[in-house]
């Protein structure tokens, strides 16, 4: 009777044909630690006792006990909140799943004990649907009563310009080689500056200024108006490819 203290009311739920010797054993044992009578009743007849008991023993002289469903939901009933349930058992296998699909909490691991094993269980302190109150945490908001300056975000070396030499991520050394799919813009500056150093054209034939009547048909300044010889004239960079 480890299970039980002084004042407890003790529930004994037994059913087929227990020895009459244990039954009273239990009973005396049970009185010596509560003080209190025990209650003794056949799994067949009992109703339950709505919240009565403090610790409900079922199987203790009958550990061949198979309770259904609906059995169970009577032992539940009786018991207190935090009540304790001892379950006495021949066959571990399953047993704990069941208490727990039962509505029985902290669940111990099987003792074995004559002729079986034994489980604890508990009965949750709470009543099924039971609510409570959940206090507020801290929480932030997207709105403050104050703006933040912007130039407070920034620091000294945020506004130090940018090296245009170092402004190349391309780790190559020596000429510029602009790496592929380049997107730190060296590939533009790199075809300006083809555009830029490219050698002034020269004519082959000496009429290009002419205008187009005295212009080959390879020649890159057809479409263009007639100009003076030596004038600096401007091509389009599409028609150099």
Known sequence: MEHVTPGDNVLLLWNGQPELKALEEFVETAKKTSGKEAAVENLDFFKGREEY??????GAVTPRMKLSPSEWSKVHKSLKLSGTLVYSTDCSTGAAKE??????IKVSEPK???GGVEFLAQKPPYKLGASTSIGNQAYWLLETGELIDDDQL???DDCVGVDPSKAYVC????PKKMCK???CYLSKDLEKAKIDTAPPLKSSCGSCYLGDAYRCAECPYRGLPS???GEN????PDLLK
């Open 53 to 58: 008991f403090e610790v409900v023993f079922v």
């Open 99 to 104: 208490l727990k699909l039962n509505g029985f």
């Open 112 to 114: 074995e004990i004559k």
């Open 154 to 156: 920034l620091h000294s």
């Open 171 to 174: 780790p190559e050394p020596g």
């Open 181 to 183: 799919n380049c997107t």
């Open 227 to 229: 100009f003076k010889p």
């Open 233 to 236: 004239v401007t091509l389009d």
